[in-house]
């Protein structure tokens, strides 16, 4: 089966630093989501990409479609305390419902 | 406006139990999956349902999960005999249609603890 892999597994930060993550797939997927889950909760959709080579952001928050369509990679500037959490991607075919295929999550630690 | 519902959000089963899980969509959504994650890991789908139908199960272990969507009331994953491997979060998503947005609300999961 399709499997993503999202790195890195986790990161230790300063407040205010930069961090990046990405992902990478062995096939293509036609969407790209990535999503944040606070421990205890669902995941949340934080930004979707549709196009190959596309790039979007949201806030602090930038990602990347690949233009392979078998990679993105997720961007976060300035961070702040209250964006620890565990970071995934996810891939969509599209070919049949909305299935997600996700990463292993990349789990974020933000030092003040 | 209610999101995806899930219930119980912790159920604890000894081994032989049956496990039931409730999901009630967002309101106006007639699509749910239902994934499932394991600690430290990301999620797995499990299987997709409209209302009466399962559309695809192709991530349900073959025997002792089962899932319906019935035309009236919530979307039923359910566990028989759980064992211990059983242990994780259930999550519940739901979409208005089977398009291709992506656009999946996910519940704030169901944790099963099998002792």
């Known amino acids: 089966g399709q499997q993503l892999n999202q790195s890195p597994q986790s990161m230790f930060i300063q407040e205010g630093e930069d961090v990046s993550m990405n992902c990478t797939s062995s096939?293509?997927?036609?969407?790209w989501l990535w999503y944040k889950q606070d421990p205890g909760e669902g995941p949340v959709l934080l930004i979707a990409?549709?196009?190959?080579?596309e790039l979007t952001s949201n806030g602090r928050l930038t990602a990347q479609f690949g233009i392979t369509r078998k990679d993105s990679f997720l961007n976060i500037s300035a961070s702040i305390p209250s964006d620890v959490g565990i970071y995934f991607c996810?891939?969509?075919?599209?070919?049949?419902?909305?299935?997600?295929?996700f990463g292993g999550g990349t789990r974020l630690m933000v030092k003040p | 406006n209610a999101g995806v519902m899930q219930n119980p959000r912790h159920l604890v089963r000894r081994r032989g139990q049956e496990a039931r899980l409730r999901c009630s969509p967002m309101?106006?959504?007639?699509?749910v999956y239902w994934y499932r994650q394991l600690p430290e890991e990301g999620l797995k789908f499990m299987v997709y349902?409209?209302?009466?139908?399962?559309?695809?199960e192709s991530g349900m272990p073959k025997e002792r999960f089962s899932a319906e969507f019935p035309k009236e009331g919530p979307s039923i994953l359910r566990i028989q005999q759980v064992v211990r491997g059983d242990s994780a979060a259930y999550f519940c998503?739901?979409?208005?249609?089977?398009?291709?947005?992506?656009?999946?609300?996910f519940g704030e999961g169901s944790r099963l603890t099998v002792l």
């Open positions: 996810a891939g969509q075919l599209g070919n049949a419902g909305n299935m997600l295929t």
């Open positions: 998503a739901s979409s208005p249609g089977g398009g291709l947005d992506g656009e999946l609300f």
């Open positions: 096939s293509i997927f036609n969407t």
């Open positions: 990409l549709y196009k190959a080579g």
């Open positions: 349902l409209q209302k009466e139908n399962i559309i695809d």
């Open positions: 309101k106006g959504h007639s699509h």
